[in-house]
C-alpha cells in the first residue's frame, strides 16, 4: 500500500465534526458523531470502516451536505461542504440506488448526464464509453428491470462518473453483491485510481478494503479509532515472521527457543518458528549456522480484521 504518499494533496478534509440529532419531540438529543477528524489524500482510495450504527452514513452525509454538522467543519477539493459550486467535480453512489426499471442502461446514463450538465454534443459519446467503462456494452440496451444486483451497482457507478468527477463517493458498493459481483467492482474502483480519481469508499466488507484500499479510517460508536494504512497499526516490534527450517539440530533450537523466546512446532522433519521481526536475521544466520535448510519465511500481516476488532472491543465509546 505505498502507493499514496504524505505529500499528495488533500481532497477531502473533517475536522472535529459532531453531529447530534433529537430522535422524537420532547427527547434528548443524541450525539452520533463525536469529534470525527480525518483526511482523504489524492488520487487514494479511502476506506471508511465500521460497524453498523457506528456513523458511517451520518459522516457521508455531511459530506454530501444532505445534513449540517451540530460542530466542525467539512471540506471537498478546499470548499466547504456547504457550498454547490464544486459539486460538479463530486460523483456519489447511495448505497441502494433506485434507477426506473423501464429504462435501458443508455437511457438512464443520458437522463443523469442531461441532470449533470453534460453538453448534448458530448452525452452519446460519454454514455457509451462509461458504459464500457463498467462492462456494460453488451447490455446497454436492455431495461434495468433484467439487469442483475452487480450489474445495477455497476450502473449506479457509471452515473456517478458521467460528469467526469474528480473525486468519487461510494456508499456500500459491494453490499449484497456475490464473490464475481464484488471482484468487478472492486476491479472498477482499481481502474478509477488508475484514471487518476479519488475514491472515498464507505463499507463494511473488510476484505475488500484490504485489498483495494490504501488507507483507512475505522469509526466506531462515532469516533475515528484508527487511520492511516494497514500495515502501520500494529508497531513494528510486534510483528512476527514464520520461519520453517529443515534438518535443525534440536540442540540449536532449544538454544534459538530460549535465545530468542521463539514458538516452535514439528512438521516432520522439519520445524517452524515463530520469530519476531526485529530477530529473523540473527536466527536464520544461526540456524544457517548450525547446517538447518531455509524452506520458507513468510512475515505476517496485520489483518484489517485484528485492527477492526480491537477497535470494536476496546469499548469506551460514547453512546
Known amino acids: 500500500m505505498s502507493h499514496v504518499t504524505d505529500e499528495r494533496e488533500t481532497i477531502v478534509r473533517v475536522c472535529d465534526v459532531v453531529k447530534d440529532f433529537r430522535p422524537g419531540f420532547g427527547l434528548r438529543r443524541k450525539r452520533i458523531l463525536h469529534g470525527v477528524t480525518f483526511d482523504v489524500h489524492e488520487n487514494e482510495i479511502f476506506g471508511f470502516v465500521g460497524p453498523n450504527g457506528a456513523g458511517k452514513t451520518t459522516t457521508l452525509k455531511v459530506l454530501m451536505g444532505l445534513i449540517r454538522a451540530t460542530e466542525g467543519s467539512a471540506s471537498i477539493l478546499g470548499c466547504d461542504?456547504?457550498?454547490?459550486?464544486?459539486r460538479h467535480q463530486v460523483g456519489f453512489l447511495p448505497e441502494n440506488p433506485y434507477f426506473y426499471p423501464f429504462l435501458t442502461a443508455r437511457e438512464i446514463l443520458d437522463f443523469y448526464a442531461r441532470l449533470s450538465g453534460v453538453p448534448a454534443s458530448e452525452r452519446a459519446r460519454r454514455v457509451d464509453q462509461l458504459l464500457g467503462t463498467v462492462n456494460l456494452g453488451h447490455a446497454m440496451d436492455a431495461r434495468l428491470k433484467t439487469f442483475s444486483k452487480g450489474m445495477l451497482q455497476r450502473v449506479?457507478?457509471?452515473?456517478?462518473?458521467?460528469?467526469?468527477?474528480?473525486?468519487?463517493?461510494?456508499?456500500?458498493?459491494?453490499?449484497?453483491?456475490?464473490p464475481l459481483g464484488r471482484k468487478e467492482i472492486r476491479d472498477l474502483i482499481l481502474s478509477l485510481r488508475a484514471d487518476g480519481k479519488t475514491v472515498f469508499m464507505n463499507t463494511h466488507i473488510l476484505p475488500d478494503v484490504e485489498m483495494i484500499c490504501d488507507r483507512v479510517a475505522i469509526?466506531?460508536?462515532?469516533?475515528i479509532r484508527h487511520q492511516g494504512r494497514i500495515e502501520d497499526f500494529l508497531p513494528e516490534a510486534g510483528r512476527k515472521t514464520d520461519v520453517v527450517l529443515g534438518g535443525l539440530p534440536p540442540e540449536t533450537a532449544d538454544s534459538l527457543g530460549e535465545r530468542f523466546?521463539?514458538?516452535?512446532?514439528?512438521?516432520?522433519?522439519?520445524?517452524?518458528?515463530?520469530?519476531?521481526?526485529?530477530?529473523?536475521?540473527?536466527v536464520l544466520d544461526s540456524a544457517i549456522s548450525a547446517g538447518a535448510e531455509v524452506v520458507s519465511v513468510t512475515p505476517q500481516r496485520n489483518s484489517l480484521e485484528d485492527v477492526f476488532l480491537d477497535a470494536v472491543r476496546a469499548g469506551g465509546a460514547p453512546e
Open 219 to 223: 469509526i466506531v460508536k462515532g469516533q
Open 156 to 178: 449506479g457507478i457509471a452515473q456517478a462518473l458521467i460528469h467526469d468527477p474528480k473525486v468519487v463517493f461510494l456508499d456500500e458498493p459491494m453490499s449484497g453483491l456475490d
Open 81 to 86: 461542504v456547504a457550498e454547490s459550486e464544486f
Open 261 to 282: 523466546d521463539l514458538k516452535m512446532r514439528g512438521l516432520g522433519d522439519r520445524v517452524e518458528l515463530q520469530v519476531a521481526e526485529k530477530d529473523v536475521h540473527q
